[in-house]
């Protein structure tokens, strides 16, 4: 839902609909969005997934104008679990954050998000990148 939010953020106003049922690594429930413009609304089912876990087949609808379609590919893709993270526990990396952050890796698939990175700063603050692409997360510089 974090990709899904920061699709609508940036391209909202170009989004006339959208709606998808998505298959979550290492979650029985399928995940349900559905939207008009920035309003959205999406949350785990409580309808389980009737096959097995590489069975299950994502669904995504966009309506709109103006759409960055390659981006949009990519950004799905990413969320597809079919290869390794190019990250492991202990990494660091720099997390985006509206700006790039030094940080490091602290959990994989964490409540469906590729990452969880603790920040380098005084609050050691946690945030999440859910998707394994470097518009949220690349190796140190």
Same mark, same amino acid.
């Given at each position: *839902?974090?990709?899904? =939010?920061?699709?609508?953020? /940036?391209?909202?106003?170009?989004?006339?609909?959208?709606?998808?049922?998505?298959?979550? $690594?290492?979650? %029985?429930?399928?995940?349900?969005?559905?939207?008009?413009?920035? !309003?959205? &609304?999406? &949350?785990? *089912? %409580?309808?389980?997934? =009737?096959?097995?876990? =590489?069975?299950?087949?994502?669904?995504?609808?966009?309506?709109?104008?103006?759409? %960055?379609?390659?981006?949009?590919?990519?950004?799905? $893709?990413?969320? !597809?679990?079919?290869? /390794? !993270?190019?990250?492991?526990?202990?990494?660091?990396?720099?997390?985006?954050?509206?700006?790039?952050?030094?940080?490091?890796?602290?959990?994989?698939?964490? %409540? =469906?998000?590729?990452?969880?990175? /603790?920040?380098?700063?005084?609050?050691?603050?946690?945030?999440?990148?859910?998707?394994?692409? &470097? *518009?949220?997360?690349?190796?140190?510089?």
């Amino acid at each position: *839902s974090k990709w899904i =939010g920061r699709l609508i953020q /940036e391209d909202g106003a170009n989004l006339y609909r959208y709606k998808g049922i998505l298959a979550i $690594k290492g979650v %029985d429930e399928k995940f349900i969005f559905q939207g008009v413009g920035m !309003l959205f &609304n999406g &949350n785990i *089912s %409580d309808m389980k997934w =009737g096959v097995p876990e =590489g069975e299950r087949e994502n669904i995504f609808v966009f309506i709109g104008k103006n759409l %960055d379609h390659e981006w949009l590919k990519e950004c799905f $893709k990413a969320c !597809l679990v079919t290869k /390794e !993270l190019r990250f492991k526990v202990g990494d660091k990396v720099q997390a985006n954050i509206g700006e790039y952050t030094d940080g490091t890796i602290i959990e994989l698939w964490d %409540d =469906g998000n590729a990452y969880r990175i /603790e920040l380098d700063d005084d609050e050691k603050t946690n945030v999440y990148a859910p998707i394994d692409v &470097n *518009s949220y997360v690349r190796p140190r510089k």
